[in-house]
């Protein structure tokens, strides 16, 4: 399962709790890069820059969504940004949760996290930005969009939880 959305909707702490429940393991791609570059997001943007960036986030989700065992995979918030990526979720076998949220609720949530290099000195209206050009693409690869303003994550997890057996069920034979 992958879990898609803006920074702060809660992907990486649902997919957390979701995999814990489930016994399988939690792959954070923004962590995985940040582990295989020995650096962080906000140093990667600075140094390498935005596309660049977004070429090790494509390989990391492709990795991700590629291995063997099953995995919960919370993905950056840009990580549709990439076609690659984007033609990567949509294929039948991977099924992915929005986890949409307004950007008020996702400025509370991030406030002025300085590790988050797009939010800049208006957090509310970057979020709003973001949030109003990549809704399209995350509408795109999305299984199931599950409103998440003001859950808390655990309720969140078991909601997304609940919906695995119909995403399974959808999958063709």
């Known amino acids: 399962m992958v879990l898609v959305g803006m920074m702060g909707s809660g992907k990486s702490t649902v997919g957390r709790r979701v995999a814990d429940l489930w016994g399988i393991e939690a792959v954070d791609t923004d962590l995985e890069i940040e582990r295989r570059c ?3 997001i906000r140093e990667l943007f600075a140094t390498v820059g935005a ?3 977004r070429e090790l986030e494509r390989a990391v989700v492709a990795d991700a969504v590629a291995a063997p ?3 919960v995979v919370a993905c ?3 990580a549709v940004l990439h076609p690659a990526t984007r033609e ?4 039948p076998d991977v ?7 307004a950007p008020e609720a996702l400025a509370a949530r991030v406030g002025t996290d300085e590790e988050r290099p797009l939010l800049g000195a208006d957090p509310v209206g970057s979020l709003r930005r973001l949030a109003a ?6 509408g795109e690869v999305a299984d199931v969009i599950v409103d998440v303003d003001d859950e808390p994550a655990e ?8 919906l695995a057996d119909h995403l399974v069920a959808a999958v063709p034979s």
Do not use: E, I, T
């Open 38 to 40: 020995d650096r962080s």
């Open 51 to 53: 596309a660049a960036f």
């Open 69 to 71: 065992a099953p995995l």
């Open 76 to 78: 950056g918030g840009g």
């Open 88 to 91: 990567r979720l949509c294929r």
């Open 95 to 101: 099924h992915v949760v929005w986890l949409r949220a």
């Open 133 to 138: 050009a990549r809704a399209p693409l995350y």
């Open 155 to 162: 309720a969140v997890a078991s909601l997304v939880m609940g």
